[in-house]
């Protein structure tokens, strides 16, 4: 297996505009995760999905951010409009259950200038 | 306040000696789980572990529940463990709350 994708790998856009970041989890892996990091903040959960449906959105920062899961290998985290405050990195994440470790995918680095 | 927290925030180190992180939580978990990050900026699962010791390689990893503490050791550090380690923990389900990472450099 490829592992976890996400595309882009890197996005620069300006102010204003939407952006939509796309990951693509590991077959067979029912949980998938949206994580941002940041330098002053670390590590944060956005969201994640069990079998496609969100469980847990209380880490998405406001109403500018949204996620789906339309189906069991395709995942997208959509900003609109962007602002320069939501530069950071974006990773995805999957899970199988029963399975403990979580697999990362390597993260879109996103600068809104 | 961080319901994890890590110790030290950055080591610096010799190639060949023992390194230990540190990691303590508040309240009660299910898991604890520790990643290491890259300078690439990749993020790898090192290993989950609920109550006593694992170990990969040079790395090993203890829980001690009771006291809610849990090390992560590397014997014999080379400049290729030169990252940052990330303490998360879970309660309950899958959703990991994160440290804020230690950032660690062997130098040669």
């Known amino acids: 297996d490829a592992g976890v994708i996400q595309s882009p790998r890197h996005e620069v856009t300006e102010m204003g505009q939407e952006v939509t970041l796309r990951c693509k989890p590991i077959s067979g892996h029912n949980s998938l995760f949206w994580y941002r990091q940041t330098m002053m903040r670390g590590l944060e959960l956005l969201i994640y999905f069990n079998n496609n449906v969100p469980i847990d959105d209380s880490g998405m920062p406001e109403d500018r951010f949204s996620a789906k899961m339309p189906n069991a290998s395709f995942s997208t985290l959509k900003i609109q409009p962007s602002e320069p405050r939501d530069s950071a990195v974006y990773f995805c994440?999957?899970?199988?259950?029963?399975?403990?470790?979580?697999?990362f995918g390597p993260g879109t680095r996103l600068t809104v200038l | 306040k961080n319901e994890v927290e890590q110790s030290p925030q950055n080591l610096t180190a010799q190639e060949g000696e023992f390194i230990t992180i540190n990691c303590s939580y508040s309240v009660g978990i299910s898991a604890l789980h520790w990643l290491q990050q890259h300078p690439g900026g990749g993020i790898v699962s090192l290993f989950m572990?609920?109550?006593g010791k694992k170990k990969h390689g040079r790395l090993i990893a203890t829980i001690n529940i009771q006291e809610k503490h849990s090390s992560l050791h590397i014997t014999a550090s080379h400049p290729r463990d030169s990252a940052v380690y990330i303490c998360?923990?879970?309660?309950?389900?899958?959703?990991?709350?994160f440290g804020t990472g230690t950032r660690l450099t062997i130098i040669p």
């Open positions: 998360a923990v879970s309660f309950g389900n899958e959703k990991l709350t």
């Open positions: 994440a999957t899970w199988l259950a029963g399975g403990g470790e979580q697999f």
């Open positions: 572990l609920s109550s």
